[in-house]
């Protein structure tokens, strides 16, 4: 039997990043994926045109029917547009027992377009957080739960133990918006900082990139990875994902998760 792992999130047309980028990630780790769509996203490298929410009514029945028939080895957050739908998964995913839960606690799109609003913020802070195994924020996404500045190491450490404090045993501040020549990523387990080093990569086709990390850890997860050692291991293939990153349509490509293609 394949582990099963879930996505619960939106969705993006154009195929870079959200459930479709999930998808792909499980598939690559020999994981069988499934997916409870959020969100519907009109959507290409240039940005996001229109977006429409699907009903938490909806997103509540598609998480149920796959933990009824499947079972859930692992499963991962990205959009949730709103506070309404938030708690709807955090209702859900408690009822059900689902677990181990990876938060990528995706608020804004690298284009800059809202992506969750800001009820919905304070109830993935207050109420999801405390459900989740591993949080995996970007540092604006860190800057936002944690309410301070994150900009260097320090900052991300700081930020590390303030979301830690609000539920999860694992925090990975990703640091691939920090300038510089290295891409260092701040993980936090139990109380414990330890630093991911990592060269920056010269690849300007990145879309889709916290998508695929996220996904990677939860599939780890799935396949009965302890959480710091998915971390590691999501961090190494979304390196080798970024770095075969490729052109696609007018704005920056997508990374490819799918770089391991002779296995």
Known sequence: ?????????????????????????????????????TAVTAQNNLGVQAAERVSPEVVRAQIASVAADFGVAAAKTGMLA??????????TVRQLGIGPLVVDPVLVSSQGDALLDLDGIDVLREQLLPLATVVTPNLAEAAALAQQAVDDRASMETAARAIAAMGPPVVLVTGGHLGGDSSPDCLHVDGDVRWLEGVRLAAEHTHGSGCVLSASVCSELARGMEPADACVAAKRFTERAVAAGFPLGSGPGPVDPGWDRSS
């Open 1 to 37: 039997m394949r582990p099963v792992a879930l996505t619960i999130a939106g969705s993006d047309s154009g195929g870079g990043a959200g459930v479709e980028a999930d998808l792909k990630t499980f598939e690559a780790h020999g994981v069988w994926g499934t997916a409870a769509v």
């Open 82 to 91: 709103d506070a309404e739908v938030v708690m709807s998964v955090v209702e």
